[in-house]
DNA sequence: AATCGTTCCTGATAGC
DNA sequence: TGCTATCAGGAACGAT
């Protein structure tokens, strides 16, 4: 399931092998992953335009192209980026694809289709992402500056977190991650984490997401890349021993209904 | 304004 | 073996 560090790395990778080629054609099979347009409205838009860059908001992969029409990509469970020569390599998961000039296609695939492949004007994604919370691998991330925000809410500390509209791309497995890290209790109300706890629970945020870019992202069920699986220290583990204190790793679905693991020795 | 419940989808898995 | 029921999960949306 990607998050900030899959959604990078889905990115990065395809900013390197399509910038710059212009899209010759586009096919629509399954409709329901467009938002914003019509299968003919994305092909009048995008037919004849080059693009410039591929990058990461959130967790959208944006597609940029020379006209000023963005493309953001919500990989949600399943979506993925496939790039192939006519032909071979795409399958009947491979909802839309963009024809390249170089001959090649890519596609957006997506098995369970909850992802989303959402068509903005300049002015539509500025106000479409000036609703999301700051960068956390941005400089105005700091530890004050999430202490502020945890003081305004009585919410579990864990779904505060990821919540894209406070803070961009931290989802299930990363907030786990980073809680754990920061000795943390998940369903904590988020104003009694203290000044001392959010500095570290923002360090931790930090560092677990950036090791994870570094290794391409987590593969776990639905994301096949990545080797950050095995540095998970509470996600996906229960039952298994606490790394720094033995206990077993705890699997709860009490918190918002969604699958929280966590250490209830050391996480307080 | 903040929070909560519902909905979308299909492969994998469990249970009979 | 082959069927059916259940589950996973991000975020938009409507309701409170």
Redesign the pocket.
């Known amino acids: 399931?990607p998050?900030l560090p899959e959604v990078e790395t889905m990115a990065r990778d395809l900013h390197k092998r399509v910038r710059g080629r212009t899209v010759v054609g586009v096919t629509v099979h399954k409709p329901?992953v467009l938002r914003g347009a019509t299968p003919r409205k994305l092909q009048r838009v995008l037919v004849g335009r080059r693009i410039v860059r591929v990058w990461r908001r959130?967790?959208l992969a944006v597609i940029d192209f020379d006209s000023g029409a963005r493309v953001a990509v919500?990989p949600?469970?399943t979506g993925s980026f496939v790039v192939e020569r006519s032909g071979r390599g795409a399958d009947q998961?491979c909802t839309l694809h963009l024809a390249l000039d170089d001959g090649r296609r890519l596609h957006y695939r997506d098995?369970?289709?909850?992802g989303t492949f959402q068509l903005f004007t300049p002015k539509e994604f500025e106000a479409y992402v000036s609703k999301l919370g700051p960068e956390p691998l941005e400089a105005g991330f700091t530890g004050d500056w999430l202490y502020e925000l945890l003081q305004?809410?009585?919410?579990p500390v864990k779904?505060?977190i990821?919540d894209?509209?406070r803070l961009a791309g931290v989802?299930?497995?990363y907030a786990s991650e980073a809680l754990w890290r920061a000795k943390i209790d998940p369903s904590r109300s988020a104003r009694t984490v203290s000044r001392k706890e959010a500095e570290l629970l923002r360090d931790a945020i930090v560092s677990v997401l950036g090791e994870s870019i570094e290794l391409r992202g987590t593969t776990i069920r639905d994301y096949a890349e990545g080797a950050f699986a095995d540095k998970l220290d509470a996600y996906n583990r229960a039952g298994e021993p606490c790394r720094r204190c033995g206990t077993r790793i705890v699997l709860t679905?009490a918190i918002?209904?969604?699958?929280t693991y966590f250490c209830p020795r050391c996480q307080r």
């Open positions: 399931m998050e329901d959130a967790k919500q949600r469970f998961y098995v369970r289709r909850l305004r809410s009585i919410r779904p505060l990821m894209q509209h989802g299930n497995i679905h918002d209904g969604r699958a």
